[in-house]
């Protein structure tokens, strides 16, 4: 499983057909299948390629929605 820096984990912004790769609780998913994540913007308010640990803690829904995407590495220093 790879490894990310979180200057790594910015590349994966979901922008100009790159993929769309969000941080959460020191694990990396891929949501570029979503259509929620349609160019790496989640409903106006976050963006592919960040750690949303602190954002996801207050969003209206729990992690458990993370579980449907595949985790593609860890967080470095998580």
Request: hydrophobic fraction near 35%; glycine fraction near 12%; charged fraction near 30%.
């Amino acid at each position: 499983m790879r490894e990310f820096s979180l200057e790594e984990l910015a590349r994966f912004d979901g922008r100009d057909g790159r993929p769309a790769y969000i941080a959460y609780g020191g694990r990396v998913y891929d949501v570029t299948e979503s259509f929620l994540w349609q160019s790496g913007r989640h409903q106006a308010l976050h963006t592919a390629g960040r750690d949303l640990t602190a954002a996801l803690d207050k969003a209206p829904h729990g992690p458990e929605l993370l579980e449907r995407f595949p985790v593609v590495g860890t967080l470095k220093g998580e």
